[in-house]
């Protein structure tokens, strides 16, 4: 069997031309330079139809391209701009648990690895008046609200700790079941309720 090379020298239509000088090579240039404008006057009128197909083929499977990849654009999944988790937690430190610090307060809590409720679980997000300041509120999907209810039936008494961006802003103490609905109380100015409600709304 032929190597590739020896298959691309037999198919290279010049191999058996004489070599060309200087001057020859120049003359063959200036030809081909001149040529274009001369052989588009007199180009049939087929080959030129031919061309211009050819061109609005590619664009529009150019349009095509760029229409698909918009397409993917629009249905490409969109991130909360502000991270939510509810965890259950501790007030004294056990193996396994991890330590986070509440606010600016200096006191720590110590919280259970797993999630209980993200971003994703959230139906809907809203601010309300807190007196000092403002406060969000936030009703979870259905499958949330059945999850929320297993966990803190079985840490009643115990702290829940909500979390922004991996923060602890409030602590509130499990008085009883909780299912379908929080309130975040973090004394928080209107606007900063408002970048964290608009934040950890699904999208």
């Known amino acids: 069997m032929n190597r590739l090379s020896s298959l691309l020298q037999d198919a290279d239509p010049l191999r058996h031309d004489r070599p060309r000088d ?3 090579r120049e003359r063959i240039r200036q030809i081909v330079l001149r040529a274009p404008a001369a052989d588009r006057s007199t180009r049939p009128a087929r080959a030129r139809l031919r061309l211009l197909g050819a061109a609005a083929a590619i664009v529009i499977a ?3 391209a760029l229409g698909h990849q ?3 654009f629009g249905t490409t999944r969109v991130f909360a701009a502000v991270r939510f988790e509810v965890r259950l937690a501790e007030e004294r430190p056990i193996p396994g648990l991890v330590v986070a610090q ?3 307060s200096g006191r720590l809590i110590y919280l259970h690895p797993e999630i209980v409720v993200s971003n994703d679980d959230i139906e809907q997000a809203w601010v309300f008046q807190d007196p000092p300041g403002f406060g969000v509120a936030v009703t979870f999907l259905p499958s949330a609200a059945d999850r929320m209810r297993q966990a803190t039936t079985a840490h009643l008494g115990r702290p829940l700790a ?3 961006d991996g923060h602890v802003v409030s602590v509130p103490t499990v008085r009883g079941a909780v299912s379908d609905s929080a309130v975040i109380n973090g004394a928080f100015t209107q606007a900063e ?3 964290i409600a608009d934040g950890i709304d699904r999208p």
């Open 102 to 104: 509440i606010g600016d």
């Open 162 to 164: 909500i979390l922004i």
């Open 22 to 24: 200087d001057a020859d």
């Open 193 to 195: 309720a408002k970048r």
């Open 62 to 64: 150019g349009a095509g």
């Open 70 to 72: 918009l397409g993917t």
